[in-house]
């Protein structure tokens, strides 16, 4: 009797397990087929019933509830970690649990359901693509400023800089042509960092936080041109920039006398804020290009050697 039902049912499962299979097999990338983007609204309700207990309500970066933290869970919705993981790797936290001891594994779920929180917890969020729509492949590193680099950051921050702000993590972004499934996170080991030209660099990103009107904080994205000027910020949709982005975009630069604290009548609060997120990025991103720099050192003297010593 239930044989219709049974056969629904079934037919049901074979298209979300079609689907979920195309989804595993699509490669690393935010440039899925149209028809299977994410449902956020589904991965909101989804949020608030399976993770919220520990991953907090979600709003602005999502910063753990004490049980969450308890266990050792981060912030999520944060751009500088969602940038480094591909779609491909926060569907198997969420299925299978992980990365550590930490998230647990939601088996009951199948990929579109683990799709549909992603799409959540990506949306609205700065990112890479939107300083660099044409990039087609980027690193990513954690610098620890200390010593001179420290000194200098300091003072034009001017002040002290919390143990936290020491830290911050560096994408470098290269190439021209855009690859149709979006730009690729190339690991950080000596053989794939080898393949990367410098001559092929676009720039810099970073990402930072500053108060709404409300005085929540919100992420957003700093591009860095190569000659260490400030591209381009792209704030979340809840930041208002537009006051303070005259008095940045297009300053700074390479030579530290370049590098001055950016001043805004109209809005000092945040022209301060980006001062300290700039003195901390153009200290790591010299880091980040000597890094570069000393991997190529030995590489064919007509192809980059004036990016090299001098
Ligand atoms: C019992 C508490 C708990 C619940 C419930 C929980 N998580 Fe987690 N989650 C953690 C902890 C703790 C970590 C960090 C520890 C680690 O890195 O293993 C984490 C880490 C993560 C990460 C980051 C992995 C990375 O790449 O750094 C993602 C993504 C994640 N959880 C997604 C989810 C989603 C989506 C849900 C709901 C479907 C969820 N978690 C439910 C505790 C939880």
């Keep these: 009797m239930g044989s219709l039902m049974h056969s629904a049912v079934e037919s049901k499962r074979l298209r979300t397990a079609l689907?979920?299979?195309?989804?595993?097999?699509?490669?690393?990338?935010?440039?899925?087929?149209?028809?299977?983007?994410?449902?956020?609204?589904?991965?909101?309700?989804?949020?608030?019933?399976e993770c919220a207990g520990c991953h907090g309500d979600g709003h602005g970066f999502a910063e753990p509830t004490a049980i969450g933290r308890a266990l050792g869970a981060h912030r999520l919705r944060d751009p500088e970690l969602l940038?480094?993981?591909?779609?491909?790797?926060?569907?198997?936290?969420?299925?299978?649990?992980?990365?550590?001891?930490?998230?647990?594994?939601?088996?009951?779920?199948?990929?579109?359901?683990?799709?549909?929180?992603i799409a959540w917890l990506r949306a609205g969020l700065p990112s890479l693509q939107e300083v660099f729509p044409d990039a087609a492949a980027f690193t990513d590193k954690r610098y620890t400023l200390s010593g001179p680099a420290l000194t200098r950051a300091e003072n034009l921050a001017g002040?002290?800089?919390?143990?936290?702000?020491?830290?911050?993590?560096?994408?470098?972004?290269?190439?021209?042509?855009?690859?149709?499934?979006?730009?690729?996170?190339i690991a950080q080991d000596p053989v794939s960092l080898d393949a990367l030209s410098p001559k092929d660099r676009k720039g810099f990103v970073v990402f930072g936080a500053l108060k709404d009107a409300h005085g929540e904080l919100q992420p957003?994205?700093?591009?860095?041109?190569?000659?260490?000027?400030?591209?381009?910020?792209?704030?979340?949709?809840?930041?208002?920039?537009?006051?303070?982005?005259?008095?940045?975009?297009?300053?700074?630069?390479?030579?530290?006398?370049?590098?001055?604290?950016?001043?805004?009548?109209?809005?000092?609060?945040?022209?301060?804020?980006?001062?300290?997120?700039?003195?901390?990025?153009?200290?790591?991103?010299?880091?980040?290009?000597?890094?570069?720099?000393?991997?190529?050192?030995?590489?064919?003297?007509?192809?980059s050697a004036k990016s090299g010593a001098h």
């Design 83 to 117: 940038e480094a993981r591909s779609d491909d790797d926060l569907i198997a936290v969420i299925l299978k649990g992980g990365p550590g001891a930490g998230s647990p594994a939601f088996s009951h779920y199948n990929a579109l359901d683990a799709g549909d929180l």
């Design 220 to 303: 957003l994205a700093m591009g860095l041109a190569n000659d260490f000027s400030v591209l381009k910020l792209v704030p979340a949709p809840g930041l208002d920039l537009s006051k303070v982005a005259p008095a940045v975009v297009g300053k700074g630069g390479r030579e530290p006398g370049k590098r001055k604290e950016f001043i805004s009548k109209a809005a000092p609060a945040q022209a301060a804020a980006l001062t300290r997120l700039y003195a901390r990025a153009v200290e790591a991103i010299a880091i980040a290009s000597k890094e570069e720099s000393d991997r190529h050192l030995f590489d064919q003297p007509d192809s």
């Design 19 to 49: 689907l979920a299979g195309l989804l595993l097999l699509a490669p690393a990338s935010r440039a899925v087929e149209p028809a299977l983007i994410g449902d956020k609204t589904h991965g909101a309700q989804l949020w608030r019933l």
């Design 159 to 185: 002040g002290e800089l919390s143990a936290e702000e020491h830290e911050l993590a560096v994408f470098m972004v290269y190439g021209n042509e855009r690859p149709p499934m979006g730009a690729r996170l």
